[in-house]
């Protein structure tokens, strides 16, 4: 138990900086496969209009396998916490084993049906136009070889975070998407494969990442055995996260469907205020991951009152990070929409949206540090039926009334508010409760 006196040194700097230590590397984690994404998309876009066309259709297609990868990551890195808490690493590496044989068939499972379907998903995204659907299809192709190493990538990220080994995975993930930043334009322009060298990159990067991941896990020589029983347990926690993912993609969608009723400028100034919202919670759920490795390990190592304790130290940090946004966001308010319109009208629309926007990052701090700490917990069960409770009761009800109403981007943005305050009081009503902190091995 030696490691792990860092958690239960209460009232320190310690603890602060552990829970920074942990978060900051995921941060860089969490954001080098959207920065890359950036760099893909400016190296297609000088290819033409077409191309680029197809990459957005292909790459909303792929972000189900990044999907998946969340949902692995996020139930391995729990349940290895919990292992490692209770003093045995070997069987915090074996969830880590588990949790990539499941990726790994999930990954297949994966690339065969893109390789089936590749057309009728990408004509069915692009509507009437043929020669954007044939585009997108053959860098579908290409791309989903990927995501067996993708979703390796995300169970391995996983276990070490459960190990509280950020250091490893940062290389792992940082130094393949560097790699394919460089070969993406050699690929695409000198070496004249076009689009194709796009999605040759992207495999390459994700590949190399997986195998990067495995090779850790086979330097620590556990067994390699797959066990079936443990890929069952996993397979029951994945599928509560991959209905509570299911409730926010269906959200989030009829919010976009929603604005897209009141005209060009408003889904316009929403695609704006909502790509900034992903941004933010992109950097808090930096410190939901060191919440989920930091109440595994400790409830792991039967100390409820110290997972009570870190519970309310991250959720306090994470509040305040909430609250730094809302007043960077409230004091741009004047500049930043300009950074992504030059139309009056999407920038007037914007200001709609943006004293929810604002009124919302404290709230968002408090339920992303809360929703982590459950998913530490392994409390993901509730996670699962307050989401869709949230979304079914609060949030889509509330929007499609602003719909009928009338009510245009603040009747949206309205109703996303409502969602983040009922979550928020859901989970801390959980939180007081005290029933998610069950101590021991595993849950």
């Known amino acids: 138990m030696g490691q792990l006196t860092t958690p239960l040194d209460r009232g320190s700097d310690a603890s602060v900086r552990r829970i920074v230590g942990l978060a900051l590397p995921a941060l860089v984690v969490l954001a080098a496969e959207p920065l890359y994404v950036l760099v893909d998309t400016a190296v297609v876009g000088h290819l033409g209009r077409i191309p680029l066309a197809g990459l ?35 069987a915090a590496v074996a969830e880590g084993v588990q949790a990539s044989w499941l990726a790994l068939a999930a990954g297949l499972v994966l690339v065969l049906g893109i390789q089936i379907g590749a057309e009728p998903l990408a004509r069915a995204i692009a509507g009437t136009d043929p020669d ?31 190990v509280q080994d950020t250091r490893r995975p940062l290389f792992f993930v940082l130094g393949p998407n560097l790699l394919s930043a460089v070969l993406c334009p050699l690929l695409v322009y000198p070496v004249g494969l076009g689009l194709i060298g796009s999605a040759v990159a ?5 590949t190399l990442s997986g195998l990067l991941f495995v090779g850790a ?60 919202w992903f941004f933010i919670a992109l950097v808090l759920d930096a ?44 004091a741009g308010a004047a500049v930043i929409p300009s950074w992504f319109s030059a139309d009056p ?17 404290p709230v968002a701090g408090l339920v992303f540090a ?12 509730y996670l699962r039926n307050v989401t869709i409770a949230a979304a079914v009761g609060a949030f889509l009800p509330a ?45």
Do not use: K
């Not at 992207?202 to 994700?206: K, T």
């Not at 009152?305 to 994470?318: E, Q």
């Not at 809360?370 to 069960?381: E, H, K, M, S, T």
């Open 132 to 162: 954007v659907a044939e585009t997108a299809a053959r860098w579908l192709r290409v791309a989903s070889l990927g995501a067996p190493g993708l979703l390796l990538a995300a169970a391995g990220n996983g276990w070490l975070r459960g």
């Open 345 to 361: 009208l999407v920038r007037d629309q914007a200001m709609i949206a943006w004293p929810w926007f604002v009124a919302m990052l």
């Open 56 to 90: 957005a259709i292909g790459g909303t297609v792929m972000t189900i396998a990044a999907w998946i990868g969340t949902v692995v990551a996020y139930g391995t890195t729990g349940r290895a916490a919990r292992r490692f808490g209770a003093g045995d690493r070997a």
């Open 287 to 330: 410190l939901a991951i060191a919440a989920q490795s930091l109440i595994g390990a400790t409830l792991g190592g039967d100390d409820a009152a110290g997972a009570r304790w870190l519970a309310r130290r991250i959720t306090l940090i994470s509040g305040i990070c909430g609250i730094a946004f809302a007043v960077v966001v409230a």
């Open 399 to 443: 929007i499609w009334t602003g719909y009928l109403l009338d009510l245009g981007l603040g009747g949206i943005w309205a109703g996303l508010s409502l969602f983040m305050v009922v979550r928020l009081a859901t989970l801390l009503w959980r939180i007081r409760s005290g029933r998610w902190a069950v101590v021991g091995a595993v849950r």
């Open 370 to 381: 809360l929703d982590g700490v459950l998913i530490g917990a392994g409390d993901v069960r």
């Open 217 to 276: 896990l086979i330097a620590e020589r556990v067994s390699l055995r797959p066990q079936p029983r443990v890929i069952a347990r996993q397979l029951v926690l994945s599928r509560d996260l991959l209905v509570r993912g299911l409730a926010f993609q269906a959200s989030f969608l009829s919010a976009t469907a929603v604005a897209a009723r009141f005209g060009a400028a408003t889904v316009a100034a929403h695609q704006i205020a909502i790509q900034l």
């Open 202 to 206: 992207n495999a390459v990067a994700q």
